[in-house]
């Protein structure tokens, strides 16, 4: 595997769920992102994990949490989600402050 | 309130004209502009960027202008190709914003052979 990959693609789940997206980089880039892209909307950063320290956007619910174990893994987890999350969920790297970052192809998530 | 705007939605262009993308921003401490491409079921792919202390970054058919005084950059693409058709975002970040990227709403392009 190459770049940044993430699983599922797709993801369909009611709003009483518990689910997990996962991103992977294999660039040995040392900051991950998440974000959202909502239909009509310009991408939405929601959490940067960058050397250790993660900055989140501050209106993003407590219902998204991240974790990130190492700097190559990077996980969103979900719970009670609303249907008006359902969107793309976008995953990027980049190395140190350099603001080239890597995405991967999206998860695209449906709520319920 | 968005800090990088692209007004026009969509664009089309013929095959071997130039495609020219817009972008503004009202940020003044945004110091550092990058373009993305996207395809449909895609992430977005970085395509070029563009620092303060230039006008012009040029590479192959895409060049990218910065007129700091108008807070506006733009994307020509010569000679446009079918293959350009994408989904195009401009982003933009400060000396002060680390790693984050402010991105605009995404212009769609359509090339027609």
């Known amino acids: 595997e190459t770049g940044v990959t993430q699983t599922p693609r797709h993801l369909v789940m009611g709003m009483t769920n518990k689910k997990s997206l996962k991103c992977e980089q294999h660039l040995g880039h040392n900051a991950m992102y998440w974000y959202k892209q909502s239909a009509k909307k310009p991408l939405e950063l929601m959490f940067v994990y960058s050397l250790e320290e993660r900055v989140e956007n501050n209106s993003v619910p407590s219902r998204f949490s991240p974790e990130c174990p190492n700097s190559s893994h990077l996980f969103l987890h979900l719970h009670t989600l609303q249907p008006e999350d359902s969107a793309l969920y976008l995953c990027?790297?980049?190395?140190?402050?350099?603001?080239?970052?890597?995405f991967g192809p999206g998860t695209r998530l449906t709520v319920t | 309130d968005q800090q990088v705007k692209q007004n026009s939605p969509s664009l089309s262009v013929q095959e071997g004209r130039i495609s020219i993308l817009n972008c503004d921003y009202t940020n003044s401490m945004f110091d550092y502009f990058l373009w993305y491409k996207k395809y449909p079921a895609e992430g977005p792919t970085f395509l070029i960027s563009?620092?303060?202390?230039?006008d012009k970054n040029e590479d192959g058919r895409f060049t990218v202008f910065l007129n700091k005084s108008a807070k506006h950059l733009s994307l020509h693409i010569v000679p446009s190709q079918p293959g350009d058709s994408a989904v195009y975002f401009c982003a933009a970040s400060g000396p002060n914003a680390g790693n984050m990227l402010t991105f605009g709403g995404g212009t769609r392009l359509m090339v027609k052979p």
């Open positions: 990027a790297s980049s190395q140190d402050y350099r603001v080239e970052q890597y």
């Open positions: 563009i620092s303060s202390i230039k």
